[in-house]
């Protein structure tokens, strides 16, 4: 029996088990994910004690992503690059940390829209927090013109800038709606919009006509910004997918099979968030 879990503080809400649950049952995997709480004080002494806990690996998300990198090798230049892991496995007797979250947001972004191309393209991100630095990194790594970072506290846009070099633009939040001409891509990486948070307030009448709009938020399924670009006539892409996308890796390298994500899989998950989901 091979089993792997997700770690966080909280950790109830978390959809992971639903996740990987439904790929060992797929596949008929003799295994098993759960959800494990584990507080920051017992963080290092968990990822320590992983093999002796009977788990090939784990999950970890917040707060611990920052910290389990540093308790960890990482297994990459871009985990490296991001300091921040998601994504834990044992091998050769060494625990290795990766992050597959800048990957799960371009796989659901290429899965819903084939065509599309980043290569000197101009993109806006919205937020400049823990989930802004692996969509950023992304992005550029599609080689992307530039990535206006637009965010209520200017300086961890200006830290980004720092981070990944000139083509991140750091841009203050009342500026927005002026960066929305030319671009090819949106994204709000900020908590706006999602539910029991503030809506997303966002001009879109200079966006790019071309432009696509996505929103990393994924409760609810389909955010008012996602709506109205929507209604607007853009292409839009939902949050859902990222999840489901980031969570392939880490099933292939604690179960040894790289799954896949079906709509079957995205309508269990989007059910579970929202019952009165339909196709
Ligand atoms: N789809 C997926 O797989 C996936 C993965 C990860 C995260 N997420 C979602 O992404 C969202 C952000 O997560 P995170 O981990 O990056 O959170 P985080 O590190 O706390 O960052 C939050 C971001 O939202 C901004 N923000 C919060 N309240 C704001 C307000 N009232 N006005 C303007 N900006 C505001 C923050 O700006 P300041 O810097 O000024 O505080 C920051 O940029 C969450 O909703 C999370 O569920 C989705």
């Known amino acids: 029996m091979i089993r792997a879990c997700v770690i966080g503080w909280p950790i109830a809400h978390s959809r992971s088990p639903l996740i990987h649950g439904y790929w060992l049952n797929q596949h008929g995997i003799e295994g098993r994910y759960e959800r494990r709480p584990v507080a920051p004080q017992d963080l290092a002494q968990f990822l320590r004690t992983l093999a002796e806990h009977g788990f090939a690996g784990c999950n970890v998300t917040l707060p611990h992503k920052e910290t389990a990198c540093r ?80 965010n209520r506290t200017l300086e961890k846009a200006e830290q980004l800038r720092r981070r990944f070099g000139a083509r991140v633009r750091p841009v203050a939040w009342d500026d927005a709606a002026s960066q929305l001409g ?73 179960f040894g099979v790289m799954p896949k994500v079906t709509p079957e899989l995205h309508d269990l998950v989007a059910r579970d968030i929202d019952p009165d989901f339909r196709r």
């Open 71 to 150: 308790l960890v090798a990482p297994a990459d230049a871009t985990t490296e690059r991001l300091g921040a892991v998601n994504t834990v496995y044992l091998r050769e007797g060494k625990t290795w940390g990766t992050n597959t979250d800048g990957e799960g947001f371009i796989n659901s972004l290429r899965q819903s829209v084939p065509g599309i191309r980043l290569e000197n393209a101009r993109a806006v991100v919205l937020g400049a927090g823990g989930a802004s630095l692996a969509v950023v990194n992304a992005i550029i790594e599609q080689g992307a013109a530039e990535v206006a970072v637009v």
């Open 182 to 254: 030319e671009c090819r891509l949106l994204v709000n990486t900020t908590s706006l919009g999602m539910k029991g948070h503030d809506p997303l307030n966002l001009d879109l009448a200079k966006l790019d006509e071309r432009a696509v709009v996505t929103d990393i938020v994924y409760t609810p399924l389909r955010t008012a910004l996602l709506e109205e670009a929507a209604r607007r006539g853009h292409v839009v892409v939902e949050g859902l997918g990222m999840l489901l996308h980031q969570a392939v890796r880490g099933f292939s390298l604690w």
